[in-house]
């Protein structure tokens, strides 16, 4: 089983910054993907930003050049920098993880969530 716990979340005004992370704990053989999906009221969720093992990374079109996602292999953690932060950014954020229980057995695990809310 793994567990996946977010933090960083909060209330921003419109231009600021926050940095979320999401820690991966309990018994994996790996982790593989990494990744940050947004659920906004009303809306379906969507990737924001996902990062291979490596140093992949891919964005969505409405986070690039403002979004940044980064990770901590050593620590299983996943992070997300947000700047110059809009109003359409609020969303309830949800880390994501890709892994592998065995050599070649893998299942994706969802955190809980954590809101952002870009207001002035």
């Known amino acids: 089983q793994v567990q996946l716990v977010e933090s960083g979340g909060g209330l921003v005004q419109p231009g600021g910054s926050l940095r979320l992370s999401c820690a991966a704990s309990?018994?994996?053989?790996?982790?593989?993907?990494m990744a940050w999906y947004r659920q906004a009221p009303g809306k379906q969720r969507e990737l924001v930003a996902a990062?291979?093992?490596?140093?992949?990374?891919n964005y969505a079109d409405s986070v690039k050049g403002r979004f940044t996602i980064s990770r901590d292999n050593a620590k299983n953690t996943v992070y997300l920098q947000m700047n110059s932060l809009k109003p359409e950014d609020s969303a309830v954020y949800y880390c994501k993880a890709v892994a592998y229980v065995s050599a070649h057995l893998s299942y994706d695990y969802w955190g809980h969530g954590t809101q952002v809310t870009v207001s002035s």
């Open positions: 309990g018994t994996f053989f790996r982790i593989s993907t």
């Open positions: 990062i291979s093992s490596g140093v992949n990374t």
